[in-house]
């Protein structure tokens, strides 16, 4: 509650990040949200997050990691309250606690729903260098999106948006160029910028660094990480790049076809993993100096419009045993704050 | 003797910027050379820093992107000298591009499949309904798709993933022996990235495809090369055997990369890496420049 | 389609009224195809009537119904709009795309030509056509004349449109899929301009109904084929206000102000709903 977030606290290392889970920012449960579409009469249904429940706490950068088409981008844009049809959400709820404001974000008005977004939420979307204004200079992107936030003269506007593109590698001369004129990296750079430069209080990022060469990469972390100590503020992060979650997050989730399969603090997740498909994701990192063939998942990734039964992950799943088959397996605590989908890993045989 | 597969020679790429008052050049590729072999097909790979010009460089292989200075050589042709569209046509068919962002890639208005039809019927010459949908499922297949999960898709109806195999499925149409390749696997996932980078290897090694491979991932560009470029500010800063220069860099900023890459094996550790990693690397980019 | 008009008639005023305006406008064209007397037989009913039945709009000092001499008239002069607007948006679309796809030296050639054709002083040019064509002068010679002055300034939206477009990697795939550069402009890159396109043609309809409203009452047009412009010409011939015939002049102007109100109105909603940009959030792109 109120004390507790004024409460003076050690700078956030390992032990401060703990606690963060009392006080959550983000509360999401039951959380289902399916694609319906209907061409010439076929009705499909991707379900494509399909009962997700998770919180993120204060002051906590909470990573997502998971197959290509897994649901991570459809989570967030959900979260985000992006959604539009054919996604509609079917049940589950998505509630905000800023600072002892709380907005259900299915549940409000439109209007407050914008006002949270343009206040407390950032929301960094996936392949996002194309949002940029293609016919309008970069500055005039920074005028438009933060200058009202910012709530400063022009010049001293102008300062600020400086600072913070040199704090990203960027020189200030991307200001006066063309989206088109820039490279990749430089524009996704950009977009980041665009989405801290007002400090939100909750960032959402959904691979926001996949056009970067490492150090620039490690630089831009560098300054998320910065901005979020600042304000304590709470990012979720999305993105293939296990050593990024390695070195950023406090906690990890992991999913699979639509599900969380797997949740717990970064370090549990990378050195204990229990469910069979993060033991595979990790045990597959790519690393400088591997030379042998190295194979993908065998199978192919499910098929979302028609998942399989039971543990959506049994056909590609080396230890499936019957009930696999049958049952969705329910997501049970481990240990605690490591909660896992798997029977297998109930009885303590993934390992 | 065969001319070699592709020849590099001095190109540089200069472009202004800027507005009317404040025009400045910048020169975003600057005197780089190499040649690929038309015998043994390799996979080329350059590595750099962001705006370093590694896309310009590719884009001037494609020729969509004229160099400023230096010549360009695909089995012997000037690439400067092909006016013709059926000369353009003979090219596009030994040249194939796979891009950096694949939710760009396909026309957010259009059907996907629908690329995947044109290409074949005008890049492979094929005619009817049938072969031209076998030959788009076939190429589907070997990324791991098939052709009734997409048929009458638009890109934002599949993940970044999807769309980036697609992609590639349709670069593989033409039979090409060379395909430029801008960060292919940035978007997609580790395990996934294994695949696709294997499948890039057996491009090479089965249908005897050269693979120009533009990356941010060292481990995968270790795991693949075989020679690799270093390039920074436009310049090439270091290059050779890949496994060579990746296990034991020379240049400055070549060590100051391989350093930089994260460790899995830090997690936990509050991002400690993060910061003290770019400390060092501002030092050194001062020294640098 | 059929959905989105039913939408907008329903929560958008401007468009409902727009399109009941266009509507009666468009009826009263359509009347002329029934009409008992041919638009330039002169002295049919007796001259000068007021408003009375059957003459419902009053008649003429030539002996004409104003009001079935009306529905002739309205229909030529939509006609010209619809015509000019088509013709125009052709030449623009075609010059935009082409210079902005193209670039280089093909870009600026066709933009100094834009230029040109933008600083120009239309009315004064189409008075001296006027001139050089004298009794050559007829309605589709008119409408070419427009046509020609009218593209410029969309066809340097359009271009700056193409320009981007070209950048976008999804072009460069069509090229290497072997599509050539008019599929790649029709088909790739038209359904992005598309709706500026529809959003000015409505203007530019407005536009040369206007111009040629104006140049007909000064009598710089084929006076033979009647348009309201040219019904208000005879009218001043005859001096009708003068005379007391208000009915010849009030009628043609009232029709006219009715079809430039809808097609504004038009104009306005659909340029809010069709922004090519909320399209694009829209199908996701
Ligand atoms: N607009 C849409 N209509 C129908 N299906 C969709 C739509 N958008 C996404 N999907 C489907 O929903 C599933 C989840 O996609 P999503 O983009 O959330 O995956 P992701 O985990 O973010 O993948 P990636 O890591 O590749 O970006 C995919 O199977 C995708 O094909
Ligand atoms: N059309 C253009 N006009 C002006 N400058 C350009 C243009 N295209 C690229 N540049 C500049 O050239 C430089 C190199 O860009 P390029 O896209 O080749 O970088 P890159 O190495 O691919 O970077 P990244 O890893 O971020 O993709 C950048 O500084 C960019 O701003
Ligand atoms: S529940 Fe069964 S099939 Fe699913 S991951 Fe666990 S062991 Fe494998
Ligand atoms: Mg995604
Ligand atoms: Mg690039």
């Given at each position: 509650?109120a004390p507790a977030?004024a409460a003076?606290?050690?700078?956030a290392?390992?032990n401060?990040k703990?606690?963060a889970t009392?006080?959550?920012?983000?509360?999401?449960?039951?959380?289902?949200?399916?694609?319906?579409?209907s061409s010439?009469?076929?009705?499909?249904?991707?379900?494509a997050?399909?009962d997700?429940?998770?919180?993120?706490?204060?002051?906590e950068?909470?990573?997502l990691a998971?197959?290509?088409s897994s649901?991570k981008t459809?989570?967030?844009k959900?979260v985000?309250?992006?959604?539009?049809p054919?996604l509609?959400v079917?049940?589950?709820?998505?509630?905000f606690d800023f600072?002892g404001?709380?907005?259900s974000?299915y549940?409000s008005?439109?209007?407050v729903?914008?006002?949270?977004?343009?206040?407390?939420?950032?929301?960094?979307?996936?392949?996002?260098m194309?949002v940029l204004?293609?016919?309008?200079r970069v500055?005039?992107?920074?005028?438009?999106?933060a200058?009202r936030h910012?709530g400063?003269k022009?010049?001293?506007f102008?300062?600020?948006v400086?600072?913070?593109?040199?704090r990203l590698?960027l020189?200030?001369?991307?200001l006066d160029a063309?989206?088109?004129q820039?490279?990749?990296?430089m524009r996704?750079?950009?977009?980041?910028?665009?989405?801290?430069?007002c400090?939100p209080?909750?960032?959402?990022?959904?691979?926001?660094?996949?056009?970067?060469?490492?150090i620039?990469?490690?630089?831009?972390?560098?300054?998320?990480r910065?901005v979020?100590?600042?304000i304590?503020?709470?990012?979720?992060?999305?993105?293939?790049?296990?050593?990024v979650?390695?070195?950023?997050?406090?906690?990890l989730?992991i999913m699979?076809a639509g599900?969380?399969?797997e949740?717990?603090?970064?370090?549990?997740?990378f050195?204990a993993?229990?469910?069979?498909?993060?033991a595979h994701?990790?045990?597959s990192?790519?690393r400088?100096?591997?030379?042998?063939?190295?194979?993908?998942?065998?199978g192919t990734?499910?098929?979302?419009a028609?998942p399989?039964s039971?543990c959506?992950?049994?056909?590609?799943?080396p230890?499936?045993?019957d009930?696999?088959?049958?049952q969705a397996?329910p997501?049970t605590w481990?240990s605690?704050?490591?909660?896992v989908a798997?029977?297998?890993?109930?009885t303590?045989?993934?390992? | 003797?065969?001319?070699p597969?592709?020849?590099?020679?001095e190109v540089?790429?200069a472009?202004?910027?800027?507005?009317?008052?404040?025009?400045h050049?910048i020169r975003?590729v600057?005197g780089v050379?190499?040649t690929?072999k038309?015998e043994r097909p390799e996979i080329?790979t350059?590595?750099?820093?962001?705006?370093?010009?590694?896309t310009?460089?590719?884009r001037?292989i494609l020729?969509?992107?004229?160099?400023?200075a230096?010549t360009i050589r695909?089995?012997?042709?000037?690439?400067?000298?092909?006016?013709?569209?059926?000369?353009?046509l003979?090219f596009m068919?030994?040249?194939?591009?796979i891009?950096q962002n694949?939710?760009d890639?396909?026309n957010p208005?259009?059907q996907?499949d629908?690329?995947?039809?044109?290409?074949a019927?005008?890049?492979?010459g094929?005619?009817?309904?049938?072969?031209?949908e076998d030959?788009a499922?076939?190429?589907?297949?070997k990324?791991g798709?098939?052709?009734?999960e997409i048929?009458?898709?638009f890109p934002?109806e599949?993940?970044g993933?999807q769309?980036q195999r697609?992609?590639?499925?349709?670069?593989?149409i033409?039979t090409?022996?060379l395909?430029v390749a801008d960060e292919p696997v940035?978007?997609?996932?580790?395990?996934l990235?294994?695949s696709?980078v294997?499948?890039?290897?057996?491009l090479?090694?089965?249908?005897?495809?050269?693979?120009i491979?533009i990356?941010?991932?060292l481990a995968?560009?270790?795991?693949?090369s075989?020679?690799?470029?270093?390039?920074?500010?436009?310049?090439?800063?270091?290059g050779?055997?890949?496994r060579a220069?990746l296990?034991?860099?020379q240049h400055?900023y070549s060590?100051?990369l391989k350093?930089?890459?994260?460790s899995p094996?830090?997690?936990?550790?509050g991002?400690?890496?993060?910061?003290a990693g770019?400390?060092?690397?501002q030092a050194?980019?001062?020294e640098l420049? | 389609?059929?959905?989105?008009?039913?939408d907008l008639?329903?929560?958008?005023r401007e468009f409902a009224i727009g399109?009941?305006?266009?509507?009666?406008v468009?009826l009263i064209s359509?009347?002329?195809?029934?009409?008992p007397?041919p638009?330039?037989?002169?002295?049919?009913?007796p001259?000068d009537?007021?408003?009375s039945?059957?003459?419902i709009?009053?008649?003429?000092?030539r002996?004409q119904?104003?009001?079935?001499l009306?529905?002739?008239a309205?229909?030529?002069t939509?006609?010209?709009?619809?015509?000019?607007?088509?013709?125009s948006r052709?030449l623009s679309?075609v010059i935009?795309?082409?210079?902005?796809?193209?670039?280089g030296?093909?870009d600026?050639v066709?933009?100094?030509?834009n230029?040109?054709?933008?600083?120009?002083p239309?009315f004064?040019?189409?008075v001296?056509f006027y001139f050089?064509?004298r009794d050559?002068?007829?309605?589709?010679l008119?409408?070419?004349?427009?046509?020609c002055?009218?593209?410029a300034y969309?066809?340097?939206l359009i271009r700056?449109?193409?320009?981007?477009?070209r950048?976008r990697?999804?072009?460069?795939?069509?090229?290497f899929?072997?599509m050539?550069?008019r599929?790649?402009?029709?088909?790739e890159?038209l359904p992005?301009?598309?709706?500026i396109?529809f959003s000015?043609?409505?203007?530019?309809?407005?536009w040369s109904?206007?111009?040629?409203?104006?140049?007909?009452?000064l009598g710089?047009t084929?006076i033979n084929t009647?348009?309201?412009g040219?019904l208000?010409y005879?009218?001043?011939?005859?001096?009708a206000?003068v005379?007391?015939?208000?009915w010849w002049i009030?009628f043609?102007?009232?029709?006219?102000i009715?079809?430039f109100?809808g097609?504004f109105?038009?104009?306005?909603s659909?340029?809010?709903?069709?922004?090519p940009r909320s399209?694009?959030?829209?199908v996701?792109?």
């Amino acid at each position: 509650m109120a004390p507790a977030t004024a409460a003076p606290r050690a700078p956030a290392k390992e032990n401060g990040k703990a606690e963060a889970t009392i006080e959550p920012v983000l509360v999401v449960s039951g959380l289902r949200a399916y694609f319906q579409t209907s061409s010439f009469g076929v009705e499909r249904e991707v379900r494509a997050v399909d009962d997700i429940s998770f919180h993120v706490g204060a002051n906590e950068i909470y990573g997502l990691a998971g197959e290509s088409s897994s649901g991570k981008t459809t989570l967030i844009k959900t979260v985000a309250g992006a959604i539009r049809p054919p996604l509609r959400v079917l049940s589950g709820s998505v509630v905000f606690d800023f600072r002892g404001r709380r907005v259900s974000v299915y549940d409000s008005d439109p209007q407050v729903m914008d006002e949270i977004r343009w206040k407390h939420l950032s929301y960094i979307m996936q392949g996002s260098m194309n949002v940029l204004n293609p016919v309008r200079r970069v500055r005039h992107s920074f005028v438009d999106f933060a200058f009202r936030h910012i709530g400063r003269k022009m010049p001293e506007f102008m300062d600020i948006v400086r600072t913070h593109l040199q704090r990203l590698h960027l020189t200030p001369a991307v200001l006066d160029a063309y989206p088109h004129q820039l490279s990749g990296g430089m524009r996704q750079r950009v977009t980041i910028a665009l989405a801290t430069v007002c400090r939100p209080e909750f960032i959402i990022a959904d691979e926001p660094t996949t056009a970067l060469d490492v150090i620039v990469q490690n630089g831009v972390l560098a300054m998320l990480r910065d901005v979020q100590r600042e304000i304590r503020s709470s990012i979720i992060f999305v993105t293939h790049d296990m050593a990024v979650h390695a070195n950023l997050c406090d906690r990890l989730g992991i999913m699979y076809a639509g599900r969380l399969v797997e949740e717990g603090r970064t370090a549990d997740v990378f050195k204990a993993p229990k469910h069979p498909y993060t033991a595979h994701l990790i045990a597959s990192l790519p690393r400088i100096g591997y030379v042998a063939a190295r194979k993908g998942l065998e199978g192919t990734p499910p098929n979302l419009a028609d998942p399989p039964s039971g543990c959506r992950f049994h056909p590609r799943c080396p230890l499936a045993a019957d009930i696999c088959r049958r049952q969705a397996p329910p997501m049970t605590w481990s240990s605690p704050g490591h909660r896992v989908a798997c029977f297998a890993a109930a009885t303590g045989s993934a390992q | 003797m065969t001319p070699p597969l592709l020849e590099v020679r001095e190109v540089v790429k200069a472009y202004s910027m800027g507005s009317v008052l404040s025009r400045h050049r910048i020169r975003a590729v600057e005197g780089v050379s190499f040649t690929m072999k038309a015998e043994r097909p390799e996979i080329f790979t350059i590595i750099g820093e962001s705006g370093s010009g590694k896309t310009t460089l590719a884009r001037m292989i494609l020729n969509t992107v004229s160099p400023t200075a230096g010549t360009i050589r695909f089995r012997g042709t000037d690439l400067s000298k092909i006016w013709r569209g059926r000369d353009r046509l003979a090219f596009m068919r030994g040249v194939q591009p796979i891009f950096q962002n694949p939710f760009d890639a396909f026309n957010p208005l259009k059907q996907i499949d629908r690329y995947l039809f044109t290409t074949a019927r005008r890049m492979a010459g094929l005619r009817t309904v049938k072969e031209i949908e076998d030959r788009a499922d076939q190429a589907l297949k070997k990324v791991g798709l098939s052709l009734v999960e997409i048929r009458g898709r638009f890109p934002h109806e599949l993940s970044g993933g999807q769309l980036q195999r697609i992609a590639i499925a349709r670069a593989l149409i033409s039979t090409p022996a060379l395909i430029v390749a801008d960060e292919p696997v940035s978007m997609i996932d580790a395990s996934l990235r294994m695949s696709i980078v294997n499948l890039l290897r057996n491009l090479r090694d089965e249908m005897g495809v050269s693979i120009i491979y533009i990356t941010h991932d060292l481990a995968t560009a270790y795991y693949i090369s075989d020679r690799i470029i270093i390039m920074r500010k436009g310049r090439v800063v270091e290059g050779g055997d890949a496994r060579a220069v990746l296990d034991n860099p020379q240049h400055p900023y070549s060590i100051q990369l391989k350093q930089a890459v994260l460790s899995p094996d830090a997690a936990g550790s509050g991002g400690a890496l993060l910061s003290a990693g770019l400390v060092e690397s501002q030092a050194e980019l001062g020294e640098l420049t | 389609m059929s959905r989105v008009l039913r939408d907008l008639f329903r929560y958008n005023r401007e468009f409902a009224i727009g399109i009941v305006l266009l509507a009666f406008v468009l009826l009263i064209s359509a009347a002329s195809f029934v009409s008992p007397y041919p638009p330039n037989d002169s002295f049919v009913v007796p001259p000068d009537l007021p408003p009375s039945w059957p003459y419902i709009l009053g008649t003429t000092s030539r002996g004409q119904d104003v009001f079935w001499l009306l529905t002739f008239a309205i229909r030529n002069t939509l006609l010209f709009g619809f015509t000019v607007a088509l013709l125009s948006r052709i030449l623009s679309l075609v010059i935009g795309l082409v210079a902005g796809y193209a670039g280089g030296l093909v870009d600026r050639v066709l933009m100094s030509i834009n230029d040109t054709f933008i600083v120009i002083p239309l009315f004064p040019i189409l008075v001296l056509f006027y001139f050089v064509m004298r009794d050559r002068m007829s309605w589709a010679l008119l409408a070419l004349a427009m046509s020609c002055l009218g593209w410029a300034y969309d066809a340097r939206l359009i271009r700056s449109v193409a320009m981007s477009l070209r950048t976008r990697e999804f072009t460069e795939t069509s090229i290497f899929s072997g599509m050539s550069m008019r599929q790649i402009l029709v088909e790739e890159h038209l359904p992005y301009v598309l709706p500026i396109v529809f959003s000015t043609t409505m203007n530019n309809i407005n536009w040369s109904i206007g111009l040629e409203v104006t140049l007909s009452v000064l009598g710089f047009t084929d006076i033979n084929t009647p348009t309201i412009g040219v019904l208000i010409y005879w009218a001043n011939q005859h001096t009708a206000l003068v005379a007391g015939v208000w009915w010849w002049i009030l009628f043609p102007v009232m029709l006219v102000i009715i079809t430039f109100v809808g097609l504004f109105l038009l104009a306005v909603s659909m340029n809010e709903y069709i922004d090519p940009r909320s399209r694009l959030s829209r199908v996701g792109g």
